[in-house]
């Protein structure tokens, strides 16, 4: 079993990369762990990989043009780093 932890789920494409790669290396159980998600996200993850479980504290529900959920937190990688985007 691997557990695949994402802050935000947003557009799901770093995790489908992320469950394709463990796919490949014969992982059989998923699971994908993330603070907040997109509908569309999720939408995205299960339709590529439908028997992997998905746990997630909140859906919101949808995203906006910068690919972020809305409302959401923002991004991710600048708070965790500290950097801003313009």
């Given at each position: 079993m691997?557990?695949?932890?994402d802050p935000m789920l947003a557009t799901g494409g770093s995790a489908t990369a992320?469950?394709?790669a463990l796919e490949k290396w014969g992982v059989r159980?998923?699971?994908?762990?993330?603070?907040?998600?997109?509908q569309f996200g999720v939408e995205a993850v299960h339709q590529q990989f439908p028997d992997a479980?998905?746990?997630v504290c909140a859906i919101d529900p949808e995203l906006n043009s910068r690919k972020?959920?809305?409302p959401?937190?923002?991004?991710?990688?600048d708070r965790i780093f500290n950097t801003l985007r313009g």
């Amino acid at each position: 079993m691997a557990l695949v932890v994402d802050p935000m789920l947003a557009t799901g494409g770093s995790a489908t990369a992320a469950l394709a790669a463990l796919e490949k290396w014969g992982v059989r159980e998923i699971k994908i762990l993330s603070i907040i998600a997109s509908q569309f996200g999720v939408e995205a993850v299960h339709q590529q990989f439908p028997d992997a479980a998905i746990y997630v504290c909140a859906i919101d529900p949808e995203l906006n043009s910068r690919k972020f959920i809305v409302p959401g937190l923002g991004d991710a990688g600048d708070r965790i780093f500290n950097t801003l985007r313009g």
